[in-house]
Antibody, heavy 120, light 108 residues
Framework: QVQLLESGPGLVKPSETLSLTCTVSGDSISSYFWSWIRQPPGKALEWIGYIYYTGRTNYNPSLKSRVTISVDTSKNQFSLKLSSVTAADTAVYYC??????????????WGQGTMVTVSS | SSELTQDPAVSVALGQTVRITCQGDSLRNYYASWYQQKPGQAPVLVIYAKNNRPSGIPDRFSCSRSGNTASLTITGAQAEDEADYYCNSRDNSSNHVVFGGGTKLTVL
């Protein structure tokens, strides 16, 4: 059974860098694509970006200048860094396994999510 | 980039059929995937690609597409189907991902 678990600080100060890690169990990270998705309180889902085990990435254009997603295949983990955070980055952050079909994208396995609050 | 538009809220009587729609230019070329999210929980994939259901998803969930509109249909809605539903698709002009704004489904 594939499971994803997000970890990282729940509180980040404004202007600092948010850092989260997703640990994948039950599957090799050297398959599929892996994504970060966030959801501000009471709002819709927002895709942040995805990574393939080779290191190939693709980011949401609205966040691209501040986002870095990396992968560590030896630990079966992938990570998110979001720089220069503001209160608008307060959200539940999810990691998800991503299936990229020719005509559809789907996120079939999700982590439980981790709440990150940006506040001084 | 593309946008996906969903009605904010829809209601259905218990046991009846309901359709939740998702509109966007990208849907002319790409299929929508649909997610169910209950309060305090992570989203769950219910439909993907051309009307495929992951293991464990009841067959009362189905989807269709016409022009720029994708629809999620729940045939015989149950109380446990009350949730927020999100669609997503590939962006029309890139490999980016777009999500709809979500639809809150109430089962009366």
């Amino acid at each position: 059974q594939v499971q994803l678990l997000e970890s990282g600080p729940g509180l980040v100060k404004p202007s600092e860098t948010l850092s989260l890690t997703c640990t994948v169990s039950g599957d090799s990270i050297s398959s599929y694509f892996w994504s970060w998705i966030r959801q501000p309180p009471g709002k819709a889902l927002e895709w942040i970006g995805y990574i393939y085990y080779t290191g190939r990435t693709n980011y949401n254009p609205s966040l691209k200048s501040r986002v870095t997603i990396s992968v560590d295949t030896s630990k079966n983990q992938f990570s998110l860094k979001l720089s220069s955070v503001t209160a608008a980055d307060t959200a539940v952050y999810y990691c998800a396994r991503s299936k990229m079909y020719l005509t559809a994208y789907a996120f079939d396995i999700w982590g439980q999510g981790t709440m990150v609050t940006v506040s001084s | 980039s593309s946008e996906l538009t969903q009605d904010p809220a829809v209601s259905v009587a218990l046991g009846q059929t309901v359709r939740i729609t998702c509109q966007g230019d990208s849907l002319r070329n790409y299929y929508a995937s649909w997610y169910q999210q209950k309060p305090g929980q992570a989203p769950v994939l219910v439909i993907y690609a051309k009307n495929n259901r992951p293991s464990g998803i009841p067959d009362r969930f189905s989807c269709s597409r016409s022009g720029n509109t994708a629809s999620l249909t729940i045939t015989g809605a149950q109380a446990e189907d009350e949730a927020d539903y999100y669609c997503n698709s590939r962006d029309n002009s890139s490999n980016h991902v777009v999500f709809g704004g979500g639809t809150k489904l109430t089962v009366l």
